[in-house]
């Protein structure tokens, strides 16, 4: 077994132990790994050993990566921040656009997904930490976006992602992540179930589970630590 293979089974299996420990089936939890900055190729050894949905954060490394990896049946999703002047590409690649926090995004993603291909998958990303971070709308602004864009045609309306500032602390992290889980909630009770809550990195995927996640996205424990070009 290759080194990737087997960081990808030890990644799983602490998936499958935190869901476990949660009361939760396995399967309610979904592994995508973050590709971001890793060569195809090792996205082809991912697949391999069984991975089939990949996440990437960049507009131009998803569509080369795109092409080059043509032949496989991945399921792209797009992680990072989004830019309107790059969102046909995305609306043309990806199965699933996880950061979308604003609704002009949503709208050219809509407008803009190809019509031969099913509905793009979005979840809507919110900003648990306060000033701590940029990106994410506000928690009391995700009701509305949510019912705004599950309006639009060629998109469907999925759940809502968060990425909480790094803390050493279990019980701020467990409060971030409860936010997003209200949210869900919230939203249930008023007619709108989201099947989808994207929350979970490398460092804090057990905690994830716990608190509900059904989907962490995973770079660093799966394909080694980042080397960014200077
Ligand atoms: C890079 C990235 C990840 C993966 O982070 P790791 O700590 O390497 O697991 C997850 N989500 C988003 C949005 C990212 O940008």
Redesign the pocket.
Known sequence: MTQLAQALQQVRSKLDAAAQAAGRPAQDVQLLA?S?TFPAAAIREAYAAGQRAF?E?YVQELQSKCRELADLAIEWHF??PLQSNKSRIVAELAHWV?SVDRLKIAERLSAQRPAALSALNVCIQVNVSGEDSKSGCAPQDAPALLRAVAALPGLRVRGLMC?PEPTPDPALLAARFAVLRQLQQQMAAEGMPLDTLSMG???DMAQAVAAGSSMV?????IFGA?HYPA
Not at 217 to 221: F, N, P, S
């Open positions: 973050v971001k996440g954060n992680i990072g996880h990425i990195m490398s460092a996205r995973v770079g660093t424990a980042r």
